[in-house]
């Protein structure tokens, strides 16, 4: 019987060959044979990384031509993944060579350039960071990256920021009876936080640190997430409800694809996944039922297709009349 490779898997085989070719390189310098023979185990893992990230970048480029930019790029981290990931003895075999130190910083130095240039002048084109950062890196990363400074930026700058209501909306809240039960859940995370880390820090420092970093960012984001709900709310603007739920959630709803708000949803189409439920730790008080479906961009990336939004609203009817107001 044949077996066929699943189509995801096959589309990160070129990443996930080449990751593995350069972990047991890397396993290898590390090994009694590469301490006795450094100058060829330094060479080797030297071929190793680059021949495997070229590799890989020829996979994945359009027609299998990388840009010389790209090539640039990838020889740029091969240098840094060759000097820092070595064992010591192969290390040392780089470092004892002017000449292959001399290329590979010409080569960082000369990506480095050329990728402020890039940057630059993307910026000035489209006014946008996370655009002009997508000229040198890929996508996938700098967008949670961007995702995480803004995320960080709300938590710790934004104290006191207006609500962002744009000229000619109508804001809707939705955060008053939220924001206290999810105040009182930082409280216990920080009081959780400080007992657990203290626990751990008997048996492992090191374990209760990595713990203690990881639920610092929960706080901060839960934090961000408080801020959020009261700066983002639901807007009425002309032809559409711009329905937005903090920072996770930000789409327009067309007017005219607003079928019935007078029918709630039934606690079994809540739990559908056609129906966006936004009324968080509570039931909702508004149900928008879709004449035809809509796709959405969900929060982790990707998209998804709804035929109806619950939302629960510090003013209900008003938002009702407003809707009916724009009819």
Known sequence: MTRVIPAPLLKALPIILPLAAIGLARLLTYSAWAAANAGWAALLFAWVVADALLLALTAKAPKHKPETFQILGCLSLASIIIIIGA???????YLSMPSVMIAGGATLALFAGWSSLRVARAARATGS???????????????????????????????GAPADVPVGSRSFAYHTY????????????????????????????????????????????????????????????????????????????????????????????????????????SAPNISLRLAQPITIPSFFGGEREITGVALRLDDSAAFLAELKRQD
């Open 87 to 93: 064992a010591a003895p192969v290390r040392d075999v």
């Open 178 to 281: 939220l924001t206290p039960m999810l105040i009182t859940i930082v409280v216990l995370q920080v009081i959780e936080l400080s007992v657990v880390h203290f626990l751990l820090m008997l048996w492992s420092p090191t374990v209760a640190w990595v713990l203690f970093a990881l639920s610092v960012w929960g706080v901060v984001w839960t934090l961000a997430l408080i801020k959020s709900f009261r700066i983002y709310p639901v807007l009425v603007t002309g032809d559409h409800v711009r329905v937005r739920s903090g920072m996770i959630h930000d789409f327009a709803v067309p007017l005219s694809a607003i079928a019935d708000v007078k029918r709630a949803f039934t606690s079994e189409e809540l739990e559908a996944k056609s129906v966006l439920n936004l009324a968080i730790l």
């Open 129 to 159: 960071i996370a655009e002009a950062l997508e000229e040198v890196l890929p996508a996938r990363m700098v967008r949670p990256a961007i995702k995480e400074a803004r995320m960080l930026h709300l938590a710790l700058l934004r104290w």
